[in-house]
């Protein structure tokens, strides 16, 4: 949120609650977000729903929020002191019990390894599905590659319930695959891998992209259709490579997304 609060240019105070979370608990919200506001003599006067709309892309019929903060600034009584919200429920830090199961869950999903030749590498770089598509070379021998896996891992995690997919390609010699597979169950990896069939890895830099020199890890990020949005050669920076995945999907969740 700190690095939030600096993109966006917050001209407000953002305030952290430590762990034990106290007085946001005093507070009493339910979801968010949950809108709390004081007079000059910190007297609660409003609390609720910022307005009658969650897509922050569709344009509020009712503006309550709003509509409070000019009753007091023009010294009247708040007409709606308090109204009904509508959102995800607070994520209490003690509240870990979802989290520890989920994590449970991801850990019991199968860990593939497929073989893909030059024209499956040329498929899968050619995205010709319907989903945003993260692509990674990487190696078992590479350390930058090992690195940084586990976050590209956890960047699949938190994005496959949209239309997102991550893909690895291993450029491990094929009589490596068993080391492969093992690294990839290691670290849960339970979205799409392959391993490069033939061994010929200039022949695999050609059909993944000619302007790639070959170094490792390489990241591409690829829209539906085979338009490359990013690619980076060398170990990603994860706040980056988020930030691209979620301004092409949006930071509302929708199912028609």
Same mark, same amino acid.
């Given at each position: 949120?700190?690095? $939030?609060?600096?993109?966006?240019? +917050?001209? +407000?105070?953002?305030?952290?609650?430590?762990?034990?979370?106290?007085?946001?608990?005093?507070?009493?919200?339910?979801?968010?977000?949950?809108?709390?506001?004081?007079?000059?003599?910190?007297?609660?006067?409003?609390?609720? =729903?910022?307005?009658?709309?969650?897509?922050?892309?569709?344009?509020?019929?009712?503006?309550?929020?709003?509509?409070?903060?000019?009753?007091?600034?023009?010294?009247?009584? %708040?007409? #709606?002191?308090? /109204?009904?919200?509508?959102?995800?429920?607070?994520?209490?830090?003690?509240?870990?019990?979802?989290?520890?199961?989920?994590? *449970?869950?991801?850990?019991?999903?199968? &860990?593939?390894?497929?073989?893909?030749?030059?024209?499956?590498?040329?498929?899968?770089? #050619?995205?010709?599905?319907?989903?945003? =598509?993260? @692509?990674? &070379?990487?190696? /078992?021998?590479?350390?930058?590659? %090992?690195?940084?896996?586990?976050?590209? %891992?956890?960047?699949?995690?938190?994005?496959?319930? $949209?239309?997102?997919?991550?893909?690895?390609?291993?450029?491990?010699?094929?009589?490596?695959? *068993?080391? @492969?597979?093992? +690294?990839?169950?290691?670290?849960?990896?339970?979205?799409?891998?392959?391993?490069?069939?033939?061994?010929?890895?200039?022949?695999?830099?050609?059909?993944?992209? !000619?302007?790639?020199?070959?170094?490792?890890?390489?990241?591409?990020?690829? !829209?539906?259709?085979?338009? @490359?949005?990013?690619?980076?050669?060398?170990?990603?920076?994860?706040?980056? %490579? =988020?930030?691209?995945?979620?301004?092409?999907?949006? $930071?509302?969740?929708?199912?028609?997304?």
């Amino acid at each position: 949120m700190k690095t $939030r609060a600096k993109d966006k240019h +917050f001209n +407000f105070a953002y305030l952290y609650d430590g762990k034990n979370e106290e007085v946001s608990m005093n507070y009493g919200p339910q979801a968010t977000p949950h809108a709390f506001v004081f007079d000059k003599e910190r007297k609660l006067r409003y609390r609720g =729903r910022i307005d009658d709309t969650e897509n922050p892309y569709d344009k509020p019929k009712t503006q309550d929020l709003r509509n409070a903060l000019d009753e007091m600034l023009a010294g009247k009584e %708040v007409t #709606a002191p308090t /109204t009904k919200t509508f959102g995800c429920s607070i994520k209490w830090a003690w509240k870990n019990e979802w989290t520890e199961k989920l994590k *449970e869950q991801w850990a019991q999903e199968p &860990v593939t390894l497929q073989e893909a030749d030059i024209e499956g590498i040329k498929d899968i770089v #050619a995205n010709t599905g319907d989903k945003l =598509r993260m @692509v990674n &070379v990487w190696a /078992t021998w590479c350390g930058p590659c %090992v690195i940084e896996f586990p976050e590209l %891992v956890n960047t699949y995690l938190m994005y496959r319930g $949209r239309d997102f997919e991550f893909v690895a390609i291993s450029a491990d010699k094929p009589d490596r695959k *068993e080391n @492969v597979q093992g +690294f990839l169950e290691e670290h849960h990896a339970s979205n799409p891998n392959y391993i490069f069939s033939t061994g010929d890895n200039y022949a695999m830099i050609d059909a993944i992209d !000619k302007q790639w020199q070959g170094s490792l890890p390489y990241t591409l990020i690829i !829209k539906p259709g085979g338009e @490359v949005i990013y690619k980076h050669a060398g170990a990603i920076d994860p706040l980056e %490579v =988020r930030k691209i995945i979620i301004d092409y999907l949006g $930071r509302y969740y929708a199912d028609d997304n």
